[in-house]
């Protein structure tokens, strides 16, 4: 996936990850669930000198921790049962990117191994004597802000001013919602090709659920919303009714929320009153007038 959107939010953003693509410094992103840190991190990779080294992406959540020391660092053989002589991703990585996600998901142990390959640039497989020298960037990210994590003992103190050389801060898509025009066009042409469809857009209907509607599963949920549309639609323009229905509900307006209202206590008065108008508007206390035109509004 591209890093998708012409905001203010995403053009500065855009701008500060390409005078940073070229140092070999830790960055450090921040950015809610959905937000696409992994894409901006492919973004820095492509526009980076290291752009024909390895992208090495690692969910620290992703695997159980016990695991994990051994992914990253390698093993030796006889280091335990059935163990091998195999590289860790840091070696995998060597010379270029390793990612580190959801870093505040690893074991506060493990980040001292991290911040010592930070420090001097090597690494010690699990069994092993010797140490490897790695020339690998690092870049990490949490879902939770970095602070909080530091206070609440998920992100160890040095290890997060190590890694906060360069900090990026990922919007949520409620906060950069004139990305969503162009993120749609993007995802329509890519399920187009995944699916052979030809869908051709999204209506101006469509397009005003979407920037009302606040979208707490980020991109991700626009991308899922426009997988799951696309799915069922062959051609033509995305419309209202191709829509998932919680994002109608979500966005009806207090104006339509009064004539619902109104309705329902229209028609709930006429039937305490047998039907009969007069009597239903001094129950409404409203003129009679008034009351049978709003019968004739809403049909009732």
């Not at 000198?49 to 992208?55: D, I």
């Not at 909080?148 to 290890?159: M, Q």
Request: aromatic fraction near 10%.
């Amino acid at each position: 996936m591209e890093f998708v959107g012409k905001s203010k939010e995403t053009i500065k953003i855009k701008e500060y990850a390409e005078k940073i693509a070229n140092s070999d410094s830790p960055i450090l992103i921040y950015g809610e669930t959905g937000t696409g840190k992994e894409v901006l991190v492919d973004y820095i990779h492509k526009v980076g000198n290291r752009r024909n080294r390895p992208l090495v992406v690692q969910n620290c959540a992703a695997v159980p921790a016990n695991l994990l020391e051994s992914i990253l660092f390698g093993t030796t053989k006889g280091a335990f049962t059935e163990a091998t002589d195999k590289k860790g991703l840091f070696e995998v990585a060597d010379d270029g990117i390793i990612y580190l996600d959801e870093l505040n998901s690893m074991p506060i142990e493990l980040q001292g191994k991290i911040l010592r390959v930070l420090e001097d640039g090597m690494v010690r497989r699990i069994g092993g004597l010797t140490e490897i020298k790695v020339d690998v960037r690092v870049i990490a990210s949490v879902n939770t802000e970095p602070f909080e994590c530091v206070n609440k003992g998920f992100l160890r103190r040095d290890l997060f001013y190590r890694l906060n050389v360069f900090y990026l801060k990922l919007p949520e898509l409620k906060d950069r919602k004139e990305d969503i025009k162009e993120l749609c066009e993007y995802f329509i042409k890519y399920y187009n090709e995944k699916f052979k469809k030809h869908v051709k857009g999204i209506s101006n209907e469509v397009v005003e659920i979407f920037y009302r509607y606040d979208w707490p599963g980020n991109i991700r949920e626009l991308k899922n919303v426009l997988e799951s549309v696309m799915n069922f639609k062959d051609g033509g323009v995305i419309t209202i009714e191709d829509v998932p229905e919680h994002l109608i509900v979500n966005e009806k307006g207090l104006a339509e929320m009064i004539e619902e209202f109104e309705k329902s206590k229209i028609a709930e008065a006429l039937s305490l009153n047998d039907y009969n108008i007069s009597n239903a508007a001094k129950y409404l206390k409203i003129p009679r007038q008034t009351l049978q035109y709003k019968i004739k509004k809403y049909g009732l």
